[in-house]
Structure formats: structure tokens, C-alpha cells
């Protein structure tokens, strides 16, 4: 069975920042894409961003500047360092993985919080 385990979440200031680590259990890593998505309360899960098995990165508009992801082969790690956190950053943050090549995410962690304050 595939795990993946996000940690890093947190409270922090407005303008602070925070590193989210995803570690990927069971899977060949270096062959599976990483994304990370968020859901905040009341709102539907949206795209954050994601990096491909060659290392290739895509960003949402909102974040785009502040976030960065990364990867880390060797350790079956993927990770998203926020920079600039604003209030509307809130939300569970969670990290999903897909097979080289295709659309869909198909296996996803349990979620971290992150919560920005004023």
C-alpha cells in the first residue's frame, strides 16, 4: 500500500514562512509526478503546485513568486517552501501522486494544516 505523509504545517504570522515535507513510501519515486493541492473551509480543493518525474514545475497564479517545490530522489521526498504567507494561504495542505505520464493524481496524504494569521 502507498503512503504519502505530509508535515511541515502550522500557525504563522502574515509574511512568514513555512516548508511542507511529503515522504512517499511503496513507490518507485523517481518515476511519479508530486503535486500539492489545499482545501480551505468551505472551499473546494484547488491546484497549488506540482513537479514533474523530471523536474519539471507548474505553479497556481495565487502562489506563483511565493511557493517553490522541490524534490528530493533520495529521500522519496517532495517539498513546498511558502514564502509571503498571506491569510488567504489558509488551508489543509495536501501532497498526491501520479504516475509518470498520466492526468490523474492517485494517491494522496492525509493533509497537514497551515494557518496564517493577521
Known amino acids: 500500500q502507498v503512503h504519502l505523509v505530509e508535515s511541515g504545517g502550522g500557525l504563522v504570522q502574515a509574511g512568514g514562512s513555512l516548508r511542507l515535507s511529503c515522504v512517499v513510501s511503496r513507490l518507485t519515486f523517481r518515476s511519479i509526478d508530486m503535486g500539492w493541492f489545499r482545501q480551505a473551509p468551505g472551499k473546494e480543493r484547488e491546484f497549488v503546485a506540482a513537479?514533474?518525474?523530471?523536474?519539471?514545475?507548474t505553479y497556481a497564479d495565487s502562489v506563483m513568486g511565493r511557493f517553490a517545490i522541490s524534490r528530493d530522489n533520495a529521500k522519496n521526498t517532495a517539498y513546498l517552501q511558502m514564502n509571503s504567507l498571506k491569510v488567504e494561504d489558509t488551508a489543509v495542505y495536501y501532497c498526491?501522486?501520479?504516475?509518470?505520464?498520466?492526468?490523474?493524481?492517485?494517491?494522496w496524504g492525509q493533509g497537514t494544516q497551515v494557518t496564517v494569521s493577521e
Open positions: 513537479i514533474s518525474w523530471s523536474g519539471r514545475t
Open positions: 498526491a501522486s501520479r504516475p509518470r505520464f498520466a492526468s490523474d493524481y492517485v494517491n
